[in-house]
């Protein structure tokens, strides 16, 4: 579904949605690249040009970002690990924000990006007090079905 790129080193967690005509399919998914940066891209489908071509896959991500620090290792502390958000599991990251429809001629996609960063308040009680990180937030683009 995507084209070949040397540098593209992981497709995954896709998305699939089906036009209601039952004539095309998009898939939007995480790419991974050899500098570990992640971007999202979605490929469409098309009657007349049944597997993916080139020409039909977008990059819908304005910039790549990096992955944050998910596992946070802590030295001297009664657990071994903490995540940057403690509310959340440790090793969480993309999560299953990653979602495509389309209706009325339109493709809706919606996924989990991190390419804003957050300051930790200074705070002794915090391992990660001070420390600035990539934080996960969720956007949308609403595009035009090829």
Do not use: C
Not at 56 to 81: E, G, N
Not at 105 to 131: F, I, Y
């Amino acid at each position: 579904m995507n084209p070949a790129v040397a540098t593209d080193v992981h497709h995954v967690m896709g998305a699939l949605t089906l036009d209601t005509d039952g004539d095309s399919a998009h898939v939007a998914y995480y790419t991974q690249h050899a500098d570990e940066t992640i971007d999202v891209d979605v490929a469409n489908s098309l009657p007349i040009v049944p597997l993916f071509p080139k020409l039909l896959a977008l990059r819908l991500t304005p910039a790549s970002f990096a992955l944050p620090p998910t596992v946070i290792r802590l030295t001297a502390a009664p657990t071994p690990t903490t995540n940057y958000d403690r509310l959340i599991q440790p090793g969480y990251s993309l999560g299953e924000y990653l979602s495509l429809r389309s209706a009325n001629g339109m493709l809706h996609a919606l996924w989990g990006d991190a390419r804003n960063s957050v300051t930790h308040p200074v705070n002794a009680l915090d391992p990660l007090s001070g420390q600035t990180h990539p934080q996960q937030d969720v956007f949308y683009q609403k595009l035009l079905m090829p």
